[in-house]
């Protein structure tokens, strides 16, 4: 059986000292220390959530500017491709105006040289016309 004596009110006494000196030297280091880690584990988490959103409107604004920039390359290649045609029809207009000037021109110097051909071969024919008649008659004709 438990008695109560003199020795119980010291061991409770020695009891409360102890658990003074120990909150003393240990438990408020220690709730301290686990305060501080709490905080700058917020902090850090604090921390990371900002950077998540910066870097979430960092490559939200990176798709902006991409997006932007893709839409004025396309818009520059239709232009170019539109001028690169209209310069090929020019291209191709000014060549077949060239050709035909050309036929034209080839034509104009083969008739021209078929009309002279046709003069030397006329008059080359009236030479051996009169000189079969003149063997034929064997005379000069007049």
Do not use: C, S
């Not at 104009?108 to 000189?131: F, S, Y």
Request: charged letters at 35%; hydrophobic letters at 45%; a positive charge.
């Amino acid at each position: 059986m438990i008695t109560i004596n003199a020795t119980l009110i010291v061991q409770i006494i020695h009891l409360l000292i102890l658990i003074v000196i120990l909150n003393w030297l240990m438990y408020k280091p220690l709730r301290k220390l686990v305060d501080e880690r709490r905080l700058k584990v917020a902090q850090g988490l604090a921390e990371a959530e900002q950077m998540r959103a910066k870097a979430q409107e960092l490559k939200e604004r990176y798709d902006q500017e991409f997006t932007r920039r893709a839409v004025a390359v396309r818009h520059h290649l239709v232009e170019l491709e539109e001028q690169a045609r209209a310069e090929a029809r020019e291209m191709i207009l000014a060549t077949r105006e060239k050709a035909r000037q050309e036929y034209l021109g080839l034509v104009e110097r083969l008739e021209k040289e078929l009309a002279g051909a046709r003069d030397e071969i006329r008059a080359q024919a009236e030479l051996v016309a009169g000189e079969m008649a003149k063997r034929i008659l064997g005379r000069e004709l007049q």
